[in-house]
């Protein structure tokens, strides 16, 4: 397979392309009460406020994934295997917010979502090993890599421990869910002088 900028555009445009899917999907999830009024909008409010933690979360994992891929030197097997784990568990987005949405007082739909953005968290840590992997002469390119790996790591932790959580209190996981995007809602920090876009 030949590499080059080129092949790390079409990685990019394939992933833009299904992460848009995935935001298509959750939207077209979404139903509007069929009755006018306060007390019926009320009651489709969580799956509204499920959709828009969602959104939140994708909208953080695109464009920090947009600024890995524009790091990566050399589009190998395992990287292409690597993306394509985290897109897997990004494509389970949809049905576990919809599932949640309609079972926010449901300790197993709560941990299910746990599940899977934990997952998405780990996939996370997989990709950039890659990336640590083409930088391992520049130190401080791998200590940049590995420095924003602890934080995939702690982040997927977290949604780990909101999985039993969730049977003890959903409320405990509801925190945790609102706190990781709050820590991702920057883009990571580049280095200048490694010649990251």
């Known amino acids: ?14 992933s833009d392309g299904v992460i848009a899917i995935i935001v298509t999907i959750m ?6 009460p069929s009755q006018p009024s306060w007390p019926a909008l009320l009651k489709v409010a969580p799956v509204f406020l499920s959709y828009g933690l969602s959104f939140l979360v994708v909208a953080i994992m695109w464009v ?4 890995l891929i524009h790091a990566v030197h050399e589009v190998t097997a395992r990287l292409l295997w690597s993306n394509l784990n985290l897109l897997f568990w990004m494509s389970l987005v949809p049905f576990v917010t919809d599932f949640l949405g309609k079972n926010y007082h449901q300790p197993m739909a709560v941990a299910l979502y746990g599940l899977d953005l934990a ?13 640590v992997r083409q930088d391992g002469r520049d130190g401080n390119l791998r200590d940049y890599h590995a420095g924003v790996q602890r934080k995939n790591a702690f982040s997927a932790g977290l949604y780990f421990l909101s999985i039993p959580l ?5 409320y405990a996981s509801f925190f945790i869910f609102a706190l ?6 920057l883009p990571e920090k580049k280095l200048a002088a490694s010649g990251q876009e």
């Open 27 to 32: 939207v077209l999830e979404l139903r509007a």
């Open 166 to 170: 969730a049977y003890v209190s959903v």
């Open 119 to 131: 997952m998405c968290g780990s996939a996370f840590y997989i990709l950039r090993t890659e990336l």
């Open 1 to 14: 397979m030949p590499h080059g900028e080129m092949t790390t555009g079409r990685l990019e445009a394939f």
């Open 64 to 67: 920090n994934h947009h600024h």
């Open 180 to 185: 990781i995007p709050a820590m991702y809602f």
